[in-house]
């Protein structure tokens, strides 16, 4: 009886599983599949997204108009009224201008620097998983936005739209290991292919011979080959070189441009 | 019947708030996991099989690249949950906390053994990345549904 049990529950548990494996190899062979059937029933996650944007707007007016009454009933009513919106000023809105417009300089120097179409658009959610260097940007389709974009910012390359949806998109970072570009040494115009390396925080530069005189510090931007970025958008600079004998290809590390920690308002980048 | 109606309530409220709350921190709680690993163990291994699947179905849609990536260890999940629970002594709220701690630290060794199968990612990097805080977050979140499970029961008795 309990044999019978014992080889019931196994046999259960393997259909489940060997559907799941049949599912990963059929999505894994057919990758548009699950991204046709994403971008066509994505209105729950457009809903969603939206609603905890807005809802962590609110919870931090909220949280700030509380903490201004509780100082507010400490002081005296004239002075108190004239301080508080000098400190308020001083401490919270010109840093907040300043830092604005550094940004938006920033920003302007990038738009002005480089001859592309650019569409400007804001970080709206984060990947739910940890394995993946994802983020979604609040601009779909029906602002013109189409798979395989580019997506900068005014440090460098970001990543390159994967999957659209009518109000929002998904962007895989360049961190991210399934992402590789076609770049270019700036200085010594040798070409190769860059991968991310997820949580390790940096690229590796692949395919590049041993012979190609690279140093740390070089940077990296885009080779323009393939059409889908435009040449010559920084990616990052070389930050590890290791070339051993009788190998065709140096191994080599290139750190970021772009600080991932701190994505806030990004560009796609359209050919014109 | 009633089970079902409560299964997909738990998993709609589970979808939004992983939705809501991907928007605010990048690195949570898994919620489906909690939710599979919770029914597994108080409704036994069969229902966690499916409920795994399901879940895992669920979350591989929206969130993952590949079906059957999370349907394949959630279900596995369910699975072992449901059975340690037949094995030991099932009030013990640290078993429990345990079951839920190696259950996040099991998926997440799954999912980057598939990954590093299927896209070539390091195995070692995402595993170890993954082993912080999220299984903490997923046991804190445990711990409370261990408490209103046992108050519910009482309140029964």
Redesign the interface.
């Known amino acids: 009886m309990l044999k019978d049990t014992s080889q019931h529950k196994v046999f259960l548990l393997s259909i489940f599983l060997i559907l799941s494996f049949s599912l990963m190899f059929l999505s894994f062979s057919q990758p548009y599949l699950l991204i046709n059937l994403r971008e066509r029933n994505y209105f729950i996650g457009e809903f969603f997204y939206s609603l905890s944007f807005n809802l962590k707007m609110k919870l931090k007016d909220f949280a700030e108009s509380i903490s201004q009454a509780k100082s507010l009933q400490k002081e005296n009513l004239i002075l108190r009224r004239k301080m508080e919106e000098l400190l308020f000023k001083e401490k919270n809105y010109y840093p907040e201008i300043i830092a604005s417009n550094r940004r938006l300089k920033a920003l302007l120097g990038f738009k002005e620097k480089h001859p592309y179409k650019l569409i400007p658009v804001e970080l709206v959610a984060y990947s739910p998983m940890d394995f993946f260097k994802v983020i979604y940007i609040g601009k779909g389709a029906k602002e013109g936005v189409r798979r395989g974009m580019g997506v900068v910012n005014a440090q460098g390359l970001v990543g390159k739209v994967i999957e659209v949806y009518p109000y929002q998109a998904k962007v895989l970072l360049v961190l991210d290991e399934r992402s590789k570009i076609g770049v270019r040494v700036q200085r010594t115009q040798d070409i190769g292919i860059l991968q991310g390396e997820g949580e390790k925080g940096v690229c590796e530069l692949k395919y590049l011979l041993t012979k190609a005189e690279v140093k740390v510090g070089d940077k990296v931007v885009t080779s323009g080959l393939g059409g889908l970025f435009p040449e010559g958008i920084l990616v990052g600079y070389i930050s590890k070189i290791r070339k051993k004998p009788n190998y065709l290809f140096q191994k080599i590390e290139v750190t970021p441009s772009v600080d991932f920690g701190k994505l806030k308002e990004f560009f796609l980048v359209t050919q014109r | 019947m009633k089970e079902l109606g409560i299964f997909i309530g738990f998993l709609g409220i589970v979808?939004?708030l992983?939705?809501?709350?991907?928007?605010?921190?990048?690195?949570?709680a898994d919620l489906f996991l909690i939710l599979v690993a919770s029914w597994a163990w108080f409704r036994g291994?069969?229902e966690g099989?499916?409920v795994?699947?399901t879940a895992?179905?669920f979350k591989?849609?929206?969130?993952?690249?590949?079906?059957?990536?999370n349907?394949?260890s959630l279900?596995?999940i369910g699975?072992l949950m449901g059975?340690i629970k037949g094995e030991i002594y099932q009030e013990n709220i640290l078993v429990f906390l345990l079951g839920v701690g190696i259950a996040s630290i099991f998926q997440a060794a799954l999912?980057?053994f598939?990954?590093s199968l299927?896209?070539?990612?390091?195995f070692l990097?995402?595993f170890?990345?993954?082993l912080f805080p999220?299984p903490l977050y997923n046991c804190g979140i445990c711990f409370f549904i261990f408490l209103i499970k046992e108050g519910i029961l009482k309140s029964k008795l």
């Open positions: 979808s939004a992983q939705f809501i709350f991907t928007g605010w921190w990048k690195e949570g291994w069969k099989i499916v795994g699947f895992g179905i591989d849609i929206f969130f993952s690249p590949l079906l059957g990536l349907s394949f279900c596995l699975f059975n999912i980057s598939w990954l299927f896209y070539q990612f390091s990097t995402n170890s990345s993954s999220s």
